[in-house]
């Protein structure tokens, strides 16, 4: 067995991951799992969220809708620590264990946008993609940054949004891990605060639209991306838009089931229905509790 593996030109993954990964079986399976906006690299990104989230699901095809690395943040300063390495693993194995895993880079990595139509480790590099899903329908697949140019009388809200997006993204990893040591659930705070930002709501309903329509003149009957880090569906005369949402603190997954129906998941609120669950059957198993009850 190699120390490391050569996963893309340049970089090097470990043979094993820091975390070992569970056997795939008993997984919740799905026909196809879009995931985008994991910012691997970052402080932002919740790894042990994605890496639960990739250990308990599998799909026949798995897009990854961009900003997946953050290669901006990496040129300024090296945050790589062992759970980034194990999802990078992980995707790894899943193509090698047949799952077609198609990359879409996004402007965040737009650094592997040469490589489109390239394939490294079983992982094809596209611009975009189309998607049929398994009712006929045709998605068009793209990160989404295509878009900033059109929406450049937002980019004041932008530029804005960025500062106070990192500085409520800091105040989110405080919150949690505080929530975390009281045993409480994770929260999203940028989630509750974009909606209640009237100007961050009319940008990313803007937006919304704008995609749509651009998947409307391509003919397709829907489009799916990321980029705005804001999970949604939304029917615009009859053109579907999906955004997968992301994973620094949403941390969403767009799905399709194999009849063709499309699912946005919320991992936070799957674990947490979860450990209901498995906190519900114990007690069921639990023998004082058959004791009160008879
Ligand atoms: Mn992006």
């Known amino acids: 067995m190699p120390s490391v593996i050569h996963a893309f030109p340049g970089f090097d993954l470990p043979a094993e991951p820091q975390v070992p990964e569970p056997s795939p079986e ?5 026909r196809t799992i879009w995931i985008s906006d994991v910012h691997l690299g970052t402080r932002g990104c919740n790894a ?10 599998d799909s026949e095809t798995m897009y990854l809708v961009g900003d997946i690395i953050d ?15 194990d999802i990078v693993w992980r995707i790894l194995k899943r193509a090698r264990r047949g799952t077609r895993i198609v990359y879409i880079p996004g402007n965040h990595d737009e650094m592997f946008r040469q490589f489109a139509g390239m394939n490294f ?27 900033d140019a059109v929406m450049l009388a937002h980019r004041w809200l932008a530029f ?6 990192t500085m ?51 003919g397709v009957d829907g ?24 994973w ?13 129906t499309m699912e946005i998941l919320n991992w936070p609120e799957e674990i947490a229905r979860r450990n209901a669950e498995a906190e519900a059957a114990a007690q069921v198993g639990d023998p004082a509790n058959m004791a009160a009850a008879a």
């Open 121 to 147: 480790g079983g992982v094809e590099i596209r611009r975009a993609a189309f998607h049929q899903t398994a009712d006929g329908r045709k998605l068009m697949v793209l990160h989404g940054d295509e878009f």
């Open 168 to 218: 409520l993204m800091g105040l989110n990893r405080w919150t949690n891990s505080v929530r975390r040591k009281l045993g409480l659930p994770y929260w999203s705070l940028s989630k509750m605060a974009k909606h209640k930002v009237k100007n961050a709501v009319e940008f990313i309903s803007h937006y919304e639209e704008i995609v749509a329509r651009a998947a409307a003149a391509r």
């Open 248 to 260: 620094v603190e949403g941390c969403n997954a767009l799905v399709e089931h194999f009849d063709g």
């Open 26 to 30: 008993g997984r919740r399976r799905f």
């Open 48 to 57: 042990e969220m994605l890496i639960d989230f990739l250990d308990s699901t």
């Open 160 to 165: 804005v949004g960025d500062a106070l997006y």
């Open 223 to 246: 489009v799916v991306c990321g980029h705005i880090h804001t999970a949604e569906f939304r029917d615009f005369d009859g053109i579907e838009y999906w955004n997968d949402g992301d």
């Open 71 to 85: 290669g901006w943040r990496l040129k300024k300063k090296v945050y790589w620590p062992s759970t980034h390495n």
